[in-house]
Structure formats: structure tokens, C-alpha cells
């Protein structure tokens, strides 16, 4: 079945730099990677979701790009702010709908002010 | 419009007790879904249900039961409550069929077993 793997963990930044999140999956059948955002004691959220016909997608300050090829997926956040701080989680499904969606252990963001 | 909403918003059971999760959604949504969320694993699928009528395991189905009552409710059973259960659980549901794939979820309930 599909995995998904996420690094790192943990960051901690400084505002106003940049954040990077990668993820590896490995079924390539996946087709659709969603980001989705976690404030403390919320309900996840959708940032930002790509899918597997394009490579690169962007929404103000963040971005996300795609590498069929090698299985990786990653979320840029630039000029940072306190209230990005979260947990992160990308995910991978396939097939219309999503049916089957594995998400990764997430990222638990730090932006300092 | 009030998304997906999800009751109880918290619950403590002993082992051994059961009890359901009751979940609704007012999108006019295809698919709803159920997963739990532990510390460090991310969130791990329990069951779902691609269209009114239908239901699926997921990743993680062991000791639980689900109901796709109607369009708008899904249901989710812990028919005999363990420590292992202990959980924050999240539904969710989207359009799809063609829509978008986002999920929208509701704002969890946090179970713990004694």
C-alpha cells in the first residue's frame, strides 16, 4: 500500500525566512497531494493541493512543487509569521476522490518572532 | 452553513463500553470518511464511504463499525471501548465524482478509555 513519509519533524524558523517540508510517497499512482494545516486543538485545514499533471503551484506565500519521478513532494512557505506556526501534513491518495488518502506523521512548524 | 460538525466533542468510556461517534455534513457531499489521529502518526483512515449506500475499511478498521445512514451522516461504533482506542477522531468528507478532492473535516472528538 502507500506511504508517506515526511521530513522534518520538527522546525523552528525565524520570521520573515523560508520554511521547506518534504515528503516522499510510494505508490506511483498516486495522483493528488494535499497540504493541510493543524493550529493546536483544530481541525486540520487545506492550504494548498497539487496534482500529478503539473508541477509547481503557488498561493501567495506558499508554494508547492512535484517530482513524479523520484516521489517527492514539497510545501515552501517564504517571509514567514508567527501565526504560521502549526503542524503541516501532506498526504497522497489516488483516484478521483481521494477514497484512500495516507498522510504523513506531520511537521510541527515554529516561527519565531 | 454549518460544514462538518461532529458530536460528542469529548468522551472518557472504561474498557469495555461502547459507543458512536455521530457525524454530519451539510455540503451535499458524496463521500464521508472517519479517521483517527495519534501523536507523531499523522492521521490514519479508519473506514469510509465513497457514496451513500457503500462503505469501506481503511487503514486501521480493527474494533470499529461504521453507518452511512443517509447522504449528510456517517456513524462510527466502538462496540467494545480499549486503552488502545484512545484517540482524537476526525470525519470528513468531500465532493467527489469529478470535484474537487479537497476533504473537509469537522472539529474532532477527543476519546479517551480508561
Known amino acids: 500500500g502507500e506511504n508517506v513519509e515526511q521530513h522534518p519533524s520538527t522546525l523552528s524558523v525565524q520570521e520573515g525566512d523560508s520554511a521547506v517540508i518534504k515528503c516522499t510517497y510510494s505508490d506511483s499512482a498516486s495522483n493528488y497531494f494535499p497540504w493541510y494545516k493543524q493550529e493546536l486543538g483544530k481541525r486540520p485545514q487545506l492550504i494548498i493541493d497539487i496534482r500529478s499533471n503539473v508541477g509547481e503551484k503557488k498561493d501567495q506565500r506558499i508554494a508547492v512543487t512535484l517530482n513524479k519521478t523520484a516521489k517527492h513532494f514539497s510545501l515552501h512557505i517564504t517571509e514567514t509569521q508567527p501565526e504560521d506556526s502549526a503542524v503541516y501534513f501532506c498526504?497522497?491518495?489516488?483516484?478521483?476522490?481521494?477514497?484512500?488518502?495516507?498522510f504523513g506523521a506531520g511537521t510541527r512548524l515554529f516561527v519565531k518572532a | 452553513n454549518a460544514g462538518v460538525t461532529q458530536t460528542p466533542k469529548f468522551q472518557v468510556l472504561k474498557t469495555g463500553q461502547s459507543m458512536t461517534l455521530q457525524c454530519a455534513q451539510d455540503m451535499n457531499h458524496n463521500s464521508m470518511y472517519w479517521y483517527r489521529q495519534d501523536p507523531g502518526m499523522g492521521l490514519r483512515l479508519i473506514y469510509y464511504s465513497a457514496s451513500e449506500g457503500t462503505t469501506d475499511k481503511g487503514e486501521v478498521p480493527n474494533g470499529y463499525n461504521v453507518s452511512r445512514l443517509n447522504k449528510r451522516e456517517f456513524s462510527l461504533r466502538l462496540e467494545s471501548a480499549a486503552p488502545s482506542q484512545t484517540s482524537v477522531y476526525f470525519c470528513a468528507s468531500n465532493l467527489a465524482g469529478g470535484g474537487t478532492d479537497t476533504q473537509y473535516f469537522g472539529p474532532g472528538t477527543r476519546l479517551t478509555v480508561l
Open positions: 498526504a497522497a491518495s489516488i483516484g478521483t476522490g481521494g477514497f484512500k488518502t495516507i
